[in-house]
């Protein structure tokens, strides 16, 4: 089992920052793919940004060059700073990590307004 501590969201105006953080604990070694999921309301969750122990990253169109996603294996954490915030990136972020073998494990979610 893993579980995933997300913290660092909020209430930020068009333009601003935010940086979100999740902390794993339990059988992290299993984890191959840490990463950032959202959802808003009356939508579909997706992928923000995954990556990879090795590092190589992957991000949905809508946020590149805005967000970035980093990891420190060392301390089991994953992070997702993002940059000039637009109101559509108001949704519920959730950290997943998935298994060696393919099981997801969520966090509890933490929610991101982007309002004026």
């Known amino acids: 089992q893993v579980q995933l501590v997300e913290s660092g969201g909020g209430l930020v105006q068009p333009g601003g920052s935010l940086r979100l953080s999740c902390a794993a604990s339990?059988?992290?070694?299993?984890?191959?793919?840490m990463g950032w999921y959202r959802q808003a309301p009356g939508k579909q969750r997706e992928l923000v940004a995954v990556?990879?122990?090795?590092?190589?990253?992957t991000y949905a169109d809508s946020v590149k060059g805005r967000f970035t996603i980093s990891r420190d294996l060392f301390k089991n954490t994953v992070a997702l700073q993002m940059n000039s915030l637009k109101p559509e990136d108001t949704a519920v972020y959730s950290c997943?990590?998935?298994?060696?073998?393919?099981?997801?494990?969520w966090g509890q979610g933490t929610q991101v307004t982007v309002s004026s």
């Open positions: 339990g059988s992290t070694a299993s984890i191959s793919t």
């Open positions: 990556i990879i122990s090795g590092g190589t990253t």
């Open positions: 997943n990590a998935r298994a060696r073998w393919g099981y997801d494990f």
